[in-house]
């Protein structure tokens, strides 16, 4: 079962085309793949002022809070508004909608899963005690703080600290992730064929 360790940590932080944010690209479907012609890309979203969402047509969104007090979304074409402050709550929507966003209190992190529509779904699980991860067709595992260790029974364990992460692109399954005392916490992204869960 082939993967890749990453590290933000050694990942440059490229600024956003409007000046609002910066953005660490972790993994892309294909490598090197266009917006129009990706299966998924997984980054890294620092937003540091008002402004809006970029257009991703033909592309479902999800984001998940890393850090920060979150953002205030307006969708402009639904006429309502949305906080995105929980980060146990992703929040999913499509990435043609023309979204506003208001930092609720200064600067906020977040990370961005987009995915070809109609081909993935994503789950999104957060660890710092212990837990099996449920099988994907492709995995994102993300140490957040402290430390973690991901073990199956036929691999030697990956340690992973804080911005460090792992992707399997091939699928992965029967992975547990521990916690490493204190503070150790990690988010666990998984994406499933849709053709496949018929």
């Known amino acids: 079962m082939d993967f890749e360790l990453l590290d933000l940590n050694e990942t440059p932080k490229i600024p956003w085309r409007n000046g609002a944010g910066l953005m660490r690209e972790i993994a892309i479907e294909p490598r090197g793949a266009a917006p129009d012609a990706m299966d998924w890309k997984f980054s890294w979203a ?4 008002d402004s809006p969402f970029s257009s991703f047509p033909g592309i ?3 984001i ?33 909608a023309k979204i506003h966003a208001e930092l609720i209190d200064g600067p906020a992190e977040n ?37 973690v260790r ?8 990956i340690n992973l600290r804080a911005q460090q992460g792992a992707l399997w692109r091939k699928g992965a399954s029967g992975l547990r992730i521990e916690a490493v005392p204190p503070g150790g ?4 992204v998984g994406l ?5 869960s018929r």
């Open 111 to 147: 990370l961005s899963i987009l995915l070809s529509r109609d081909r993935y779904w994503t789950s999104v699980t957060w660890v710092d005690t212990g837990d099996d991860v449920p099988a994907a067709d492709t995995l994102l595992i993300l140490c957040m703080t402290g430390a």
């Open 46 to 49: 620092e937003t540091i002022k």
């Open 64 to 96: 998940v809070l890393l850090r920060g007090a979150g953002l205030r979304l307006r969708f402009a074409d639904e006429a309502m508004n949305v906080s995105f402050d929980d980060p146990l709550r992703p929040f999913s929507f499509q990435g043609e």
């Open 192 to 196: 499933k064929s849709r053709q496949e």
């Open 60 to 62: 479902d969104r999800s």
């Open 150 to 157: 991901v073990s199956r029974g036929d691999l030697a364990p």
């Open 185 to 188: 916490r990690a988010v666990a």
